[in-house]
């Protein structure tokens, strides 16, 4: 594991179905690694899609800003690591890395703004704002 100061991380391995022709992971693959990351750290501090959309309460993601520093191929280990900010009364922006696990080398960085929308309007339930406080 790394040594950097993240609320939350989570061990991945690439498979080969990631990969394009250049036997890299294709970019667009990234963002399912981002998005998997969020979604176990909602988990993991009691937050619940279904629920959450039993309640009225949906998720939206606004904005996705990926750089991207090295390359992953086919059965690299990685972590992928983030932090949350809420930045306003309604965004929460992830900040999310990669990390090779190998050489713990920077692959990925991004940065993903979501929203919360209730009755079809931009809002935060204090709820969920404290969940993600903590």
């Known amino acids: 594991m790394l040594d950097k100061d993240y609320t939350f991380q989570l061990k991945f391995q690439v498979r ?3 990969c394009d022709m250049q036997g890299v992971v294709n970019h667009s693959v990234y963002q399912n ?3 998997h990351t969020r979604h176990e750290y909602l988990k993991s501090v ?3 899609f ?3 959309n039993e309640e009225g309460i949906i998720p939206h993601v606004v904005r996705v800003e990926i750089d991207y520093k090295l390359p992953l191929i086919s059965g690299d280990e990685f972590i992928s690591c983030l932090n949350v900010q809420l930045e306003s009364k309604i965004r929460i922006v992830f900040y999310q890395d990669i990390y090779r696990l190998s050489d713990e080398k920077l692959v990925t960085k ?3 703004t979501g929203v ?3 009755n079809g309007r931009p809002r935060l339930p204090e709820s969920i704002a404290d969940l993600l406080k903590k």
């Open 16 to 18: 080969d179905y990631e």
């Open 46 to 48: 009691g937050l619940d």
């Open 110 to 112: 991004g940065v993903v």
């Open 33 to 35: 690694y981002l998005e």
């Open 50 to 52: 279904v629920r959450m």
């Open 116 to 118: 919360c929308l209730v």
